[in-house]
């Protein structure tokens, strides 16, 4: 199901933005550049119920062929298994167009699921932005 079908479903209007432009603020993510990349800041808990709202942001970063993403998990306090669907997903979309997809995680449990899932390998978790912007320059 898209983002569209899912806000349908749940009687939510969906305005995607524009092509190359970022999406408003929401509950659950903010997007920013930071020297030319896109930074997309996950809050509180991403699970099915707020994931395609942070789904919008994602999609945006990711749209654009050469996208340089940094997904910043640092803000989220839970996250379930649709938002590990999700962090595979933007990455496919970024590695698809050329891009590059960073994660940035600090918290413990996190990490433990990670690890766990076998995604620590594959998204490699950095602890700052700054740490992320350094490695994709």
Same mark, same amino acid.
């Given at each position: 199901?898209?983002? =569209?079908d899912a806000n349908a479903a749940l009687g939510? &209007?969906?305005d995607p933005?524009? $092509?190359?432009?970022l999406p408003a603020p929401c509950q659950h993510a903010?997007?920013?550049l930071a020297r030319g990349v896109t930074v997309v800041e996950i809050h509180a808990a991403i699970d099915l119920g707020t994931v395609t709202e942070v789904q919008v942001h994602t999609d945006a970063a990711t749209a654009l062929p050469g996208a340089q993403v940094i997904v910043d998990l640092r803000p989220v306090e839970f996250f379930d298994c649709s +938002? $590990?669907?999700l962090f595979c997903r933007t990455r496919? &979309? +970024?590695l698809e167009r050329g891009g590059h997809l960073a994660l940035?995680?600090? &918290?413990p449990? =996190? $990490?433990r699921i990670l690890n766990a899932t076998g995604l620590s390998e594959v998204f490699r978790p950095l602890a700052t932005v700054e740490d992320a912007l350094n490695r994709a320059h």
């Open positions: 199901m898209g983002v =569209h939510q &209007r969906y933005p524009l $092509l190359g432009q903010r997007s920013y +938002a $590990l669907s496919r &979309r +970024a940035v995680c600090v &918290r449990w =996190h $990490l």
